[in-house]
């Protein structure tokens, strides 16, 4: 069992940054596949990132592309997801998602996903 924590949500002006962070329980963390999805009000999740087991392969939607970093530490069981240039359409609750062993390949697909976080809200003003 993983659990997941995500925190570095908040209030930003369109065009500011933040760093979202989510941290993992277990000791076999390197063994996950890690996604970040995101859910506005009244909109289906979506898929945000995607990152290997070791960092080498990423994958991101095409709407954060350039914008977005996803990177993790495993040696401190943790992901994150750096935010720039933040848009009002980008606003939603952001969660961190895990792929079961042996799953090892990126997924976008929230179904493929076993452990998810609580989520951590992500407010854009215009």
């Known amino acids: 069992q993983v659990q997941l924590v995500e925190s570095g949500g908040g209030l930003v002006q369109a065009g500011g940054s933040l760093r979202l962070s989510c941290a993992a329980s277990?000791?076999?963390?390197?063994?996950?596949?890690m996604g970040w999805f995101r859910q506005a009000p009244g909109k289906e999740r979506e898929f945000v990132a995607s990152?290997?087991?070791?960092?080498?392969?990423?994958d991101y939607a095409d709407s954060v592309k350039n914008r977005f970093t996803i990177s993790r530490a495993n040696a401190e069981n943790t992901v994150y997801l750096q935010l720039n240039s933040l848009k009002p359409e980008d606003a939603a609750v952001y969660y961190c998602?895990?792929?079961?062993?042996?799953?090892?390949?990126?997924?976008?697909?929230?179904?493929?996903?076993?452990?998810w976080g609580q989520g951590t809200q992500v407010t854009v003003s215009s």
């Open positions: 998602a895990a792929r079961r062993p042996p799953k090892i390949t990126l997924s976008r697909d929230a179904r493929e996903y076993d452990y």
């Open positions: 277990g000791r076999t963390f390197s063994s996950n596949v």
């Open positions: 990152i290997s087991r070791y960092g080498a392969t990423t």
